[in-house]
């Protein structure tokens, strides 16, 4: 599943999506790039259409299932405009968060929206994959609506519990899979047909729909089930997934093992 994700995947979205039509690049992570920057004004806007409004909520719950106390320092992976970042920062006051993103234009919106938390929240330009940190370096790790995009997912659950002590969490929230099948129907009706065409209408008007990417790249990503079992062959314990939205969102917390430790 991740070999079909992390290769020929990438391949088919270039192509699918029309990647190659609207951004110059020569492998995945520069096209990755461009098209976020491209995106970076709008996103926050795009997110409402996309989850009916709920992501919101969704980010507020999943930062409470987080096991985050006091005095820890968390890595917020793909942070975006920050929403997670802003979130865990007025959440826990005693914390101290880094948050990483390859775009640019992503960064300079979320400086503007967390001007509020700099003391605490430090954005960082960085490549999920070869991570500046060293070993251990935090107590905590979150990456949201990011693993789809890198371009290993394998490689980047290795990087976040390489940089994450042991004893310390992991956890994604994603696009899920959702489990019911008229649900399934409603949600591929949904993405697949309606919202690219209310993207274009509204948000995208002569340049490169943002609302083809989404439902596209689901089709490659990992479903709950399969995810849980890559974070527990990489060394994470302890790992539970939490359906939202019928598992049409997603999210996994993990426990990074010590090193030959027990995986459960």
Not at 189 to 206: D, E, N, Q, S, T
Request: proline share 4%; aromatic share 10%.
């Amino acid at each position: 599943m991740t070999r079909l994700h992390d290769d020929q995947a990438k391949l088919a979205l270039i192509r699918d999506v029309g990647f190659a039509r609207y951004f110059s690049a020569t492998r995945w992570r520069d096209y990755n790039r461009q098209f976020f920057d491209g995106l970076a004004g709008k996103y926050d806007a795009t997110n409402v259409l996309h989850s009916f409004g709920t992501k919101r909520r969704f980010d507020r719950i999943s930062v409470d299932r987080l096991p985050v106390r006091d005095g820890m320092h968390i890595l917020d992976l793909c942070t975006g405009t920050a929403d997670i970042a802003i979130r865990l920062a007025g959440r826990h006051p005693g914390i101290r968060i880094t948050a990483v993103d390859a775009s640019p234009g992503m960064l300079e919106v979320a400086r503007r929206r967390a001007a509020h938390h700099l003391d605490r929240i430090d954005l960082r330009e960085g490549d999920a994959l070869g991570l500046e940190f060293p070993d251990g370096h935090f107590d905590g790790a979150v990456i949201g609506f990011g693993l789809r995009n890198l371009e290993s997912l394998e490689g980047g659950l290795r990087e976040l519990h390489r940089v994450v002590r042991a004893g310390g969490f992991v956890s994604s929230i994603d696009q899920g899979k959702p489990r019911r099948a008229i649900f399934r129907l409603l949600y591929a009706a949904y993405f697949m047909r309606v919202a690219p065409i209310l993207g274009k209408l509204v948000f995208h008007i002569g340049e490169f729909n943002s609302f083809r990417y989404l439902p596209e790249s689901n089709r490659y990503f990992p479903d709950q089930d399969t995810l849980v079992r890559i974070f527990r062959s990489l060394g994470f314990r302890d790992v539970v997934n939490h359906d939202y939205l019928f598992g049409a969102v997603a999210q996994q917390v993990a426990i990074v093992a010590k090193p030959g430790g027990p995986q459960a």
